[in-house]
């Protein structure tokens, strides 16, 4: 069992900056590939970006690369997503998800585990 809370979320204007963090529990944290969604109101929840189990491989989504950066910390049990230049349309909530022993992927339904979300607000 695997339990994540998201934080870092807020209010910033576009072109700013904000760095989300995961927190998972238990001791088996490097063992997930670990990914970041988001769902903006009305919408459906869309894959942001992915991370391997030791870091070594990351995905991204094309609307978001080149500026965000997903990164981990295996001896903190933390997952973070760095995120630059936002722009308005990155307003949502935004998810991070487990999957134990697997690449992450963009489908949601092939994760195991979830956190609550933590809100991200770009004003314009």
């Known amino acids: 069992q695997v339990q994540l809370v998201e934080s870092g979320g807020g209010l910033v204007q576009a072109g700013g900056s904000l760095r989300l963090a995961c927190a998972a529990s238990?001791?088996?944290?490097?063992?997930?590939?670990m990914g970041w969604f988001r769902q903006a109101l009305g919408k459906e929840r869309d894959f942001v970006a992915g991370?391997?189990?030791?870091?070594?491989?990351?995905y991204y989504a094309d609307s978001v690369k080149g500026r965000f950066t997903i990164s981990r910390d295996n001896a903190k049990n933390t997952v973070y997503l760095q995120m630059n230049s936002l722009k308005p349309e990155d307003t949502a909530l935004y998810y991070c998800?487990?999957?134990?022993?697997?690449?992450?992927?963009?489908?949601?339904?092939?994760?195991?585990?979830w956190g609550q979300g933590t809100q991200v607000t770009v004003s314009s």
């Open positions: 238990g001791r088996t944290f490097s063992s997930y590939g």
């Open positions: 991370i391997t189990w030791s870091g070594t491989m990351t």
């Open positions: 998800a487990a999957r134990f022993l697997g690449i992450p992927t963009t489908q949601e339904k092939s994760y195991d585990y």
